[in-house]
């Protein structure tokens, strides 16, 4: 129930990057029973890590939160035991998952909240790892029919618990629908920051966007770039497209540009979005707008894009140059959880209506991952310790309380995190693959 002290809903979201704290505080919002302004508090963490968001990262999404603050597994530990949060969010890797599901279990809080999580968009690998890293959460979101199938089979297949798994749909889906413009014609290319990964690879798209640019002088051709220069997000992106595009042959054409910001501003003036494997595909077919998933690097498991088979949105660049707009299998839509129908307004009603039934218990039974020292002995130790934890969830030895001393630590540690964090973003973008090259010699 929410607590005593306050009638609305207390709900926590801890996240990892700028996608996942755009998944999580949009799904705290969509599931919390009765959602109005007053009826939820909203407080968010950031997992501190290499890809913790920015503040332009974190504006961008538009949630309003009560609080943020960038914390540590353990600070976010102590901060759910010393405040009395009703709801709980989990936005985050599986592996940061399952430490933080067996940290909560330590706590052995009398009164515990509901702990929810899932993905932030197409699951296309590691179904089985991730999905069991998440085992033990009381709701574990997914985004559409065809996932609540594949998420129920690989806890069943292991003999677990799967009546966590609960139908909802990526949160951020929305906006108007898809509307031609007269005098408009604008492509935008939806960018990945690891599909593809290679050089070649990414060079081969950025030039075809760039021919088709050129082929086309009255159309406008987007990029769409997740993150500026130095900005990390949930996958690292050692090739950024804009430093490929400052050395592609003969400049780029006046009518194309790379922009940033909100994807759904983006969409709204989006006349055909192209990608590899976005989750951009999605809120692009939510709205109607003609999508096309490339098929010019393959159609491969590495590149995601084999989620979207028997969707009919495979084409190649070519084909896209000669005219052609795919259009998309209606069954294929429904299954995916896109709501192109019409039906997305009750599309989290099922998980709003899990999580007011916990809140109404009067006790939440323990937290009880399919993962423990007796069943994965090898595997999660080593993911607990990540974290700082030990085998029982609790913390390691010389993890202590905040004190004044760590507190001045900490203020001096912030200060000085942007300037870490750019060094280690240059180590990463430009010395690595310097290194690997010169290693491959």
Do not use: C
């Not at 916990?358 to 130790?381: H, Q, S, V």
């Amino acid at each position: 129930m929410p607590s005593s002290t306050s009638e609305a809903v207390r709900v926590a979201v801890l996240a990892d990057s700028d996608t996942r704290w755009k998944w999580g505080a949009l799904t705290a919002r969509r599931i919390t029973p009765n959602d109005t302004p007053d009826s939820v508090e909203l407080s968010g963490f950031l997992l501190r890590g290499r890809a913790t968001p920015t503040a332009r990262q974190l504006a961008e999404v538009g949630v309003r939160v009560d609080e943020l603050r960038e914390v540590t597994a353990n600070e976010f530990l102590r901060a759910v035991k010393d405040d009395a949060y009703d709801v709980i969010v989990l936005a985050l890797v599986g592996g940061a998952v399952q430490a933080l599901l067996h940290g909560l279990a330590a706590l052995k809080m009398p009164l515990r909240p509901v702990v929810v999580t899932g993905y932030v968009g197409v699951v296309y690998e590691k179904l089985a790892d991730g999905l069991l890293l998440r085992h033990g959460a009381d709701v574990v979101l997914a985004n559409s029919r065809h996932d609540v199938d594949r998420f129920r089979a690989v806890y069943e297949g292991v003999g677990a618990d799967a009546s966590s798994v609960t139908e909802a749909a990526l949160p951020f889906l929305g906006g108007a629908p898809y509307r031609p413009e007269a005098g408009r014609d604008t492509v935008v290319f939806a960018a990945q920051p690891s599909v593809p990964e290679s050089r070649v690879h990414r060079t081969h798209l950025l030039r075809r966007l760039v021919e088709h640019a050129r082929l086309h002088p009255g159309r406008e051709v987007l990029l769409k770039l997740r993150s500026r220069p130095g900005e990390h997000t949930t996958h690292l992106e050692e090739l950024p497209y804009q430093k490929l595009a400052e050395k592609l042959p003969g400049g780029l054409p006046p009518n194309f540009r790379l922009v940033y910001g909100n994807m759904g501003e983006v969409l709204d003036r989006t006349d055909l979005l192209v990608t590899v494997s976005s989750t951009a595909a999605l809120e692009s077919l939510h709205r109607g707008i003609p999508t096309a998933i490339l098929t010019d690097l393959g159609v491969r498991e590495a590149l995601g894009n084999h989620h979207f088979l028997g969707s009919g949105l495979l084409t190649s660049w070519d084909r896209l140059d000669g005219g052609h707009r795919p259009l998309p299998d209606p069954d294929w839509l429904s299954r995916q959880g896109v709501a192109a129908d019409g039906t997305y307004d009750s599309a989290f009603d099922v998980a709003r209506e899990r999580v007011a039934l916990l809140l109404e218990k009067p006790e939440l039974p323990p937290i009880t991952p399919y993962y423990t020292p007796a069943t994965a002995p090898g595997y999660l130790p080593g993911i607990l310790a990540r974290h700082h934890l030990g085998a029982d969830g609790t913390p390691l030895q010389g993890e202590a309380k905040t004190t004044e001393i760590s507190v001045v630590r900490r203020v001096v540690r912030d200060a000085v995190r942007e300037v870490a964090r750019g060094a280690y973003r240059h180590g990463v973008q430009r010395v690595a693959p310097v290194l690997r090259r010169m290693g491959r010699l």
